[in-house]
C-alpha cells in the first residue's frame, strides 16, 4: 500500500514539474517571439501516441505500442525471477552459514 501511494506521490510531483517547464517555456517564447515546442507534450490521437519532447514531435502507432509493452512486461517478469532467485540464493546460503 505504501509503495503505491510512494508512485502516486512521485508522479505527481513529475506532472508539477514537467506543467511548470511548459509554463516557463511558454512565456520566455512569448517574451522572445520564439515558436519552439513544448518542454512535454503528450497526446492520443485515435490508437495512436503523439509525444512532444523538446519541441521534436513523434508519432506512434498504438498497436507497435502495445506489441512492445506486451514483450517489454514479458522481459521485466523474467528479470525479476532471476534477480529474485539471485537473491534468494545468497539469503539462503548466508542462513546456512551464520544461523546453522
Known amino acids: 500500500m505504501f509503495k503505491r ?4 506521490a512521485i508522479a ?8 511548470a ?3 516557463s517555456n511558454s512565456a520566455i517564447n512569448n517574451m522572445t517571439s ?17 509525444v ?11 498497436e507497435a505500442l502495445v506489441t512492445a ?7 521485466m517478469q523474467v ?3 532471476k534477480v529474485y532467485n539471485h537473491f534468494y540464493k545468497i539469503w539462503h546460503i548466508g542462513r546456512i ?3 546453522a
Request: a negative charge; one cysteine or more; hydrophobic letters at 50%.
Open 5 to 8: 501511494q510512494l508512485i502516486i
Open 12 to 19: 505527481g510531483i513529475l506532472i508539477l514539474a514537467i506543467g
Open 21 to 23: 517547464l511548459n509554463i
Open 34 to 50: 520564439d515558436d519552439k515546442g513544448a518542454i512535454f507534450f503528450c497526446q492520443v490521437v485515435g490508437q495512436d501516441v503523439c
Open 52 to 62: 512532444e519532447i523538446l519541441g521534436e514531435g513523434y508519432e506512434y502507432s498504438g
Open 69 to 75: 509493452f506486451v514483450k517489454l512486461q514479458g522481459y
Open 79 to 81: 528479470a525479476y525471477k
Open 97 to 99: 552459514i551464520f544461523f
